[in-house]
Structure formats: C-alpha cells, structure tokens
C-alpha cells in the first residue's frame, strides 16, 4: 500500500493512473494552484495531435513564505491566491517568474523541453505514460524522477510547452540540505541508469535547453570527425 512506501511519489502517480481510463492524465504537486481555464488550455493542446505531454509555467517555483515576505512584504500570502485578482496579481509579478520561461517560448529547444520536465504539475497521454512504463519506483526520496519520465517521453514523442497554462506554488518551509542530499543520491541513480551523455552533461552543469542545444551541435560534429584509434595500455 501507499503507506508502507513511505509516501513514494512514483508509486502514487503510477497508483492513480492505474485507477483512471482517462485518455489524458494531469499530475500536480499538492502545493500548486492552477489558473482557473487549465483543463480547457491543456485539451485544446492536444487537439493538434503533435504532442505526447505538456508542462507550463511555474510561478514562484522554489520560494518560501520567508522568500515572500522579503520579496513582496505578505505575511499571508495564501490569501491572495483565494481571489481571482490576488491570483493574476501572482502570476504577473517579477519576483515569481518562471526561469525556464525564455527557453520554453522558443520553439528551437522543444527537443530539449525533458530537463524542464518538473511535476509540480505536468500533464501526458495515458498511451505515452504507458509506453515509456510510467514513473521509475526507485526513486523513493525527493528529486528527479520526474526529469527521468520526461527524458522517456522525449524519446517516446514531442513534448510541447502551453504559455497560457499557468500554475502557482504555494511556499512552504523547505529542508534544503535533505532536499539537496536526496537529489544527490538519485542523480547517481540516474546516471548509472542510462549511462548517456545527455544525462551526464545536466548532472555536471544544470544545463538549459540553450546549452543542450549547442553542446549537442558540437557532439554530432565531433562523431564526424575521423579520429585516430586510441589504445591504453595498464
């Protein structure tokens, strides 16, 4: 059961879609609050066919309610996420933007989206989740397993960014050296995972999609090149 897994993000998503025939899945974190017309964006996404997921903008992705209250001077800043107005007001405020933003709305790095893949709220096709085998159960503590499905599903099909489609965090008290040691350890998992350089390049530099872009460029070039075979001796 849910309970002696101690709470395992993985196992609970793969849990639900088990209990769901919905042709779509939408997953979102428990501190995200989505704009009010996110089903109606994400199923006119889909219409098109092209695309096997979705992710969108995450406002106000790691902070806390001591980051708001330097930032914006709330002391309650759940209250303003009650009113349609206190909403807009979050989701247009500086401090809050989403980083990946730039590099989501150019279409050239689209290839690239998987290392943007964040759960906080994301969304896929029941067929696609089936076919790369859902989410990976050996992560059992925090971080990277929704980077792990998203890599997948990159390989599966097209994953698309939605503009319109507009999600808020919810600050809480973080525990970032567990936060940071947990990471830690899945990137290891990973890595000895899939054992490729895509993995490789986003453990040794956080890259964004621009810099994947480019070092991809340079590798393909680098193949071409007829290099001398190199022997080592022990």
């Known amino acids: 059961n849910v309970e002696a897994r101690g709470g395992n993000r993985s196992h609970n ?7 769901t ?11 995200m609050l989505l704009c009010d017309n996110a089903l109606d964006i994400l199923r006119h996404g889909y219409e098109s066919g092209r695309y096997n997921a979705f992710i969108g903008t995450e406002h106000g992705m790691k902070n806390t309610d001591l980051h708001m209250s330097l930032y914006m001077g709330e002391t309650d800043y759940r209250q303003l996420t009650r009113t349609k107005s206190g909403r807009a007001f979050l989701y247009q405020h500086p401090l809050l933007s989403d980083w990946r933003e730039r590099d989501l709305q150019s279409p050239q790095f689209a290839p690239y989206y998987w290392i943007y893949f964040y759960t906080s709220f994301c969304s896929m096709t029941r067929e696609a989740f089936l076919a790369v085998g859902g989410f990976d159960e050996s992560f059992i503590t925090w971080g990277s397993e929704d980077v792990d499905i998203g890599y997948r599903l990159a390989q599966y099909g097209q994953i698309g960014y939605l503009p319109g489609l507009d999600g808020l965090h919810i600050p809480h ?5 567990l936060q940071e ?6 990137i290891r998992y990973i890595l000895d995972k899939y054992r490729a350089w895509p993995l490789e390049l ?33």
């Open 21 to 31: 025939n919905n042709p779509i899945l939408l997953f979102v974190d428990g501190d």
């Open 173 to 177: 008290p973080r525990n970032i050296w």
């Open 202 to 234: 986003l453990a040794a530099f956080d890259s964004s999609c621009k810099l994947y872009g480019q070092m991809e460029k340079i590798y393909h070039e680098i193949c071409q090149w007829k290099l001398p075979q190199l022997s080592f001796r022990p």
């Open 181 to 186: 040691t947990c990471d830690r350890d899945n």
């Open 13 to 19: 998503r793969n849990l639900g879609v088990k209990n």
